[in-house]
């Protein structure tokens, strides 16, 4: 069998209650008249036990309030002591602030009740002001105490409810920082693959063809493409380090790609694809005039710039086509083809990175991509690799890149 661990405080209430209520005995300070019927020790029973149940204020102040009403109500019928009815009203007060919500809300209403019936009743018995001061103490030995434990219980809730919206907020705020911190680290990966994955990929496949043919004039080409790929990939390397030094969006949309660079994006993947088999065209058919948010040009540069790099390690020979459509009011749409086959040849690996890269751009915009084989043309080669983006370009679209 087990027994509730009192608090301390209850504890020292509880004995200090005892002691002062024997003190006042012994020095014969009654609340009422010498009583001839009993003795003025029996005092000290309702005392004892209204000072005992004082150790139930916290862990059961429901059971605690009828023990010292019939205590207080035993005090009357005798010479009565100050520090029964001073217990009492501390009852009343924590029946309301650590009993249940219910409680805490009926007890000052029937307290309330309580003191008005009992006025109204004294006055009718004794036709005499002197009932509506009986009223008034009354009032202020239960309804005082139980509306005072409501004010503080309610600032307490109060309290609990603005500590708990801290936390709230303070997890809620831990977690939109970590959602950020996620969301630059995938945006520095994709731009770290966009930016080396094409030079890299240059650079493997043409020094596998230095290693592989022994052929001076091979040779000396393909260590020149690996020395431009080299500088313009250190170059982009650059660039990418001072974005991430400077906070500021402005930056990175002042030095960020654009789709007027594509010509030269494709005009370097034909020179990297020199005896490879493979053709590279670009079908522009954006109306003129229209403007891109730089969210989108980048995101389509990007997209073309991993679709020529995965042509140069996995195409086959045949031609890889960018074709660009957008019309004023409408989404941009990217698409690049180029065939499905395996060829011979210098090949760089691939990690599917890439894709993985494009699809999150894609998605950030609220887009939709596209990229797998499709039938290809009659009289052409089987299939085709296709990779299809269609970019929204509406005003209420600008998300960050």
Same mark, same amino acid.
């Given at each position: 069998?087990?027994?509730?661990?009192?608090?301390?405080?209850?504890?020292?209430?509880?004995?200090?209650a005892?002691?002062?209520?024997?003190?006042?005995?012994?020095?014969?300070?009654?609340?009422?008249?010498?009583?001839g019927?009993l003795? +003025?020790?029996?005092?000290?029973?309702?005392?004892?036990?209204?000072?005992?149940q004082?150790?139930?204020r916290?862990?059961?102040?429901?059971?605690?309030?009828?023990?010292?009403? +019939?205590?207080?109500?035993?005090?009357?019928?005798? *010479?009565?002591?100050?520090?029964?009815?001073?217990v009492?009203?501390?009852?009343?007060?924590?029946?309301v602030?650590?009993g249940?919500?219910?409680?805490?809300?009926?007890?000052?209403?029937?307290?309330?009740?309580?003191?008005?019936?009992?006025?109204?009743?004294?006055?009718?018995l004794?036709q005499?002001?002197?009932?509506?001061?009986?009223g008034? #103490? #009354? !009032?202020?030995?239960?309804?005082?105490p139980?509306?005072?434990?409501?004010?503080?219980?309610?600032?307490?809730?109060?309290?609990?409810?603005a500590?708990?919206?801290?936390?709230? @907020?303070?997890?809620?705020?831990?977690?939109?920082?970590?959602?950020?911190?996620?969301?630059?680290?995938?945006?520095m990966?994709?731009?770290?693959?966009?930016?080396?994955?094409?030079?890299?990929?240059?650079?493997?496949?043409?020094?596998?063809?230095a290693?592989?043919?022994? /052929?001076?004039r091979?040779t000396?080409?393909a260590?020149?493409?690996?020395?431009?790929?080299?500088?313009a990939?250190?170059?982009?390397? $650059?660039?990418l380090?001072?974005?991430?030094?400077?906070?500021?969006?402005?930056?990175?949309?002042s030095? +960020?790609?654009?789709?007027?660079?594509?010509?030269?994006?494709? @005009?370097?993947?034909?020179?990297?694809?020199?005896g490879?088999?493979?053709?590279?065209?670009l =079908? /522009?058919r954006?109306?003129?005039?229209?403007?891109?948010?730089?969210?989108?040009?980048?995101?389509?540069?990007?997209? *073309?710039?991993?679709?020529?790099?995965n042509?140069?390690?996995h195409?086959?020979? !045949?031609?890889? $086509?960018?074709t660009?459509?957008?019309?004023?009011?409408?989404?941009?749409? *990217?698409?690049?083809?180029?065939?499905f086959?395996?060829?011979?040849?210098?090949?760089?690996?691939?990690?599917?990175?890439?894709?993985?890269?494009?699809?999150?751009r894609?998605?950030?915009?609220?887009?939709?991509?596209?990229?797998?084989?499709?039938?290809?043309?009659?009289?052409?080669?089987?299939?085709?690799?296709c990779?299809r983006?269609?970019?929204?370009?509406? =005003? =209420?679209?600008?998300?960050s @890149?």
């Amino acid at each position: 069998m087990t027994f509730p661990r009192f608090h301390r405080d209850d504890a020292i209430l509880a004995v200090s209650a005892f002691l002062g209520g024997v003190l006042l005995w012994s020095l014969g300070l009654y609340t009422q008249s010498s009583r001839g019927d009993l003795p +003025a020790w029996t005092t000290l029973v309702p005392l004892t036990v209204i000072s005992a149940q004082s150790l139930l204020r916290r862990v059961a102040p429901l059971a605690m309030l009828p023990i010292a009403t +019939a205590a207080l109500i035993a005090d009357q019928f005798t *010479v009565g002591s100050l520090i029964t009815v001073v217990v009492f009203t501390d009852a009343v007060y924590a029946a309301v602030v650590y009993g249940s919500p219910t409680a805490a809300r009926r007890i000052p209403v029937l307290t309330g009740l309580f003191t008005v019936a009992s006025t109204i009743t004294l006055l009718a018995l004794f036709q005499d002001p002197g009932g509506l001061l009986l009223g008034v #103490i #009354i !009032g202020f030995i239960t309804l005082a105490p139980a509306t005072t434990g409501s004010i503080i219980r309610n600032h307490r809730e109060a309290a609990d409810a603005a500590e708990l919206r801290a936390e709230q @907020t303070a997890l809620l705020a831990e977690m939109d920082r970590v959602q950020a911190v996620t969301a630059e680290r995938s945006r520095m990966a994709r731009e770290l693959h966009d930016v080396v994955a094409n030079h890299l990929s240059a650079i493997a496949i043409h020094s596998t063809a230095a290693l592989s043919l022994n /052929d001076p004039r091979t040779t000396e080409d393909a260590l020149g493409v690996i020395r431009e790929n080299s500088v313009a990939g250190l170059t982009e390397m $650059r660039r990418l380090i001072g974005l991430l030094r400077n906070s500021g969006g402005d930056q990175e949309s002042s030095v +960020a790609p654009t789709l007027a660079g594509l010509e030269s994006l494709v @005009t370097q993947a034909a020179t990297h694809g020199v005896g490879s088999g493979l053709a590279f065209s670009l =079908d /522009d058919r954006r109306e003129e005039g229209a403007t891109l948010p730089s969210p989108v040009e980048l995101a389509a540069y990007r997209i *073309v710039q991993e679709s020529l790099t995965n042509a140069l390690k996995h195409a086959g020979p !045949g031609e890889v $086509r960018i074709t660009l459509t957008h019309l004023v009011g409408s989404a941009l749409t *990217v698409v690049v083809t180029s065939p499905f086959s395996s060829r011979p040849g210098p090949r760089a690996p691939g990690s599917g990175a890439g894709l993985v890269g494009m699809r999150e751009r894609v998605a950030l915009l609220e887009g939709e991509l596209e990229a797998g084989p499709i039938e290809g043309p009659p009289g052409g080669e089987t299939k085709i690799w296709c990779v299809r983006a269609v970019l929204p370009v509406g =005003d =209420d679209k600008e998300p960050s @890149t």
